[in-house]
C-alpha cells in the first residue's frame, strides 16, 4: 500500500529564511508525486508534480522540489519564505492522479 | 486553466434536512472526479470517487445512502448529504481530474464548502 509521511507537523520561519518541507512515500513503483498548498478556509492549490524524467521540478510562487528515489523522498524548498507563504502543505502519491494518498499535512508560520 | 468552482462555499442547514454541493470543472471536462471530507487540523480524507456516467465508488466506511454522489456531466459532479445531522458538519472538498495531454494527468481542486447542521 502506498503512504505518505510529512515529519514537521509545524515548522516556524523566519520571512526570508529559506525553507525545506519534507516529504516521503513508500510505492512499489515510480510514483506521481504532488505538493499542494492550503490556505485557512480554502481548497487546496496544486504547487508542483513529478511524473518523470527532470528530478527537480519547479513550481509555482518560487517553489521546486527534488524527487530522490533512493530516500524515498520528495522535498519541498524555497529560497525566500514571504509572509503570505504560510499556509498549509500537503504532500501526496499516487500510481497517477486517481489514487492520490496525502500526508498529514506540515503548518507553516512564518516570522515577519 | 484548470479551475475547479464549488458551490456553495458555506451552508447552513438544520437537522433531518438535505444539502447539495456542486463541483464544476470550468475549463476542462474531467471524467473522473473526487470528493473529500475534512476534519479540521487534519488531512483529506477521501470519500468517493465520480466517474461520469457511472456509480460513484464509495471508500469504506462511507454511508453510500447518506452522501449521494451523480456525475451527469463531463463538468459537474454534486454531493448531496442527505438527512443531515451534526456529525456531518465539516468541509467538504472536491477535486476533479484533468487527463487532457500526456504531461497533465492531476487532480486540481476546488475551494471547499464549509457544512454546519444545527
Known amino acids: 500500500a502506498q503512504s505518505v509521511t510529512q515529519p514537521d507537523i509545524h515548522i516556524t520561519v523566519s520571512e526570508g529564511a529559506s525553507l525545506e518541507l519534507r516529504c516521503n512515500y513508500s510505492y512499489g513503483a515510480t510514483p506521481y508525486l504532488f505538493w499542494y498548498v492550503q490556505s485557512p478556509g480554502q481548497g487546496l492549490q496544486l504547487l508542483l508534480k513529478y511524473f518523470s524524467g527532470d528530478t527537480l521540478v519547479q513550481g509555482i510562487k518560487g517553489f521546486e522540489a527534488e524527487f530522490k528515489r533512493s530516500q524515498s523522498s520528495f522535498n519541498l524548498r524555497k529560497p525566500s519564505v514571504h509572509w503570505s507563504d504560510a499556509a498549509e502543505y500537503f504532500c501526496a502519491v499516487g500510481p497517477r492522479s486517481y489514487q492520490l494518498t496525502f500526508g498529514k499535512g506540515t503548518k507553516l508560520s512564518v516570522i515577519p | 486553466g484548470a479551475v475547479v468552482s464549488q458551490h456553495p462555499s458555506w451552508v447552513i442547514c438544520k437537522s433531518g434536512t438535505s444539502v447539495k454541493i456542486e463541483c464544476r470543472s470550468l475549463?476542462?471536462?474531467?471524467?473522473?472526479m473526487f470528493w473529500y471530507r475534512q476534519f479540521p487540523k487534519q488531512s483529506l480524507m477521501l470519500m468517493a470517487t465520480s466517474n461520469e456516467g457511472s456509480k460513484a465508488t464509495y471508500e469504506q466506511g462511507v454511508e453510500k445512502d447518506k452522501f449521494l454522489i451523480n456525475h451527469a456531466s463531463l463538468t459537474l459532479s454534486t454531493l448531496t448529504v442527505t438527512s443531515a445531522h451534526p456529525e456531518d458538519s465539516s468541509f467538504y472538498i472536491c477535486s476533479a481530474r484533468d487527463t487532457s495531454g500526456p504531461s497533465t494527468d492531476t487532480q486540481y481542486f476546488g475551494p471547499g464548502t464549509r457544512l454546519t447542521v444545527l
Open positions: 475549463d476542462f471536462q474531467a471524467t473522473t
